[in-house]
């Protein structure tokens, strides 16, 4: 029984095939459904988050939570830098991606201390690992996120329930499409990010897939509060977007 918050599109919904592709029964959560299978939650809201993991529940338990649902400053509208940014937008993204997994662990607690193989999977980022500009909202709630991580590890690990955090990289999603499509030279503006990539290529949402279902799977048991980058290689060695590597 899996339940994967924000995963009516992009990484959230790659993870929802690939979990149901292996025979899991998955509940998707969004603020926006496309269908009505999806299950209508804003996760920084308390009573939104306990319906739907009362709803993801089966059998009274929940074996794997992720806490995929996630926005940026940019998707909010208005100023993204210190000066410009309003604190209501500040406010609406660490609401939605620190404390919307914050609540996520809480609301499932009862329900994943009844499963024999229990596992909390966060996103964070490789904005919790180093800064960009223009993303002090960002940067901030998924470095909350990525300690988030390591205190639930600690606290839960008396209910043998494991959580790990993936950190991706740029990904095709909508939140990196828009933003490449709002720059002057769309094309360009993905070609400079791929550069600073070790893998010549944006990420896929089947990259972030294929780690979740190790990290949920019986051959992670030994990992345990870890922040695992899926981000083709770009912080093993790169300083900025436009920074070049011959390969």
């Not at 920084?44 to 649902?69: C, H, P």
């Not at 999603?173 to 944006?202: G, K, N, S, W």
């Amino acid at each position: 029984m899996w339940v994967i918050t924000g995963g009516a599109r992009g990484i959230g919904a790659g993870i929802a095939r690939a979990a149901a592709a292996q025979g899991a029964h998955v509940t998707v959560t969004d603020v926006d459904p496309e269908d009505d299978a999806c299950v209508r939650c804003d996760v920084a809201s308390s009573d939104d988050m306990a319906a739907a993991m009362a709803a993801g529940a089966r059998d009274g338990r929940i074996d794997v939570l992720v806490n995929n649902a996630g926005i940026h400053e940019r998707m909010l509208g208005g100023g993204t830098d210190l000066a410009s940014m309003d604190v209501d937008t500040f406010d609406r993204v660490l609401a939605v991606n620190l404390r919307g997994a914050w609540l996520g662990a809480k609301s499932a607690l009862p329900y994943l201390r009844r499963s024999d193989y229990p596992s909390i999977i966060n996103a964070a980022s490789v904005a919790a690992l180093t800064g960009f500009p223009g993303g002090t909202a960002y940067g901030a709630s998924k470095g909350g996120v990525g300690l988030l991580t390591k205190c639930l590890a600690v606290e839960l690990a008396r209910y043998r329930i494991r959580v790990n955090a993936y950190c991706p990289g740029a990904v095709e999603t909508r939140m990196v499409t828009d933003h490449l499509e709002a720059q002057d030279d769309p094309a360009a503006a993905e070609q400079r990010q791929i550069a600073t990539h070790l893998v010549r290529r944006l990420g896929r949402p089947a990259d972030v897939a294929e780690l979740v279902l190790f990290l949920a799977g019986r051959g992670a048991e030994f990992i345990n509060g870890a922040l695992i980058r899926v981000d083709g290689g770009s912080l093993a060695w790169r300083g900025a977007v436009g920074t070049e590597l011959t390969l």
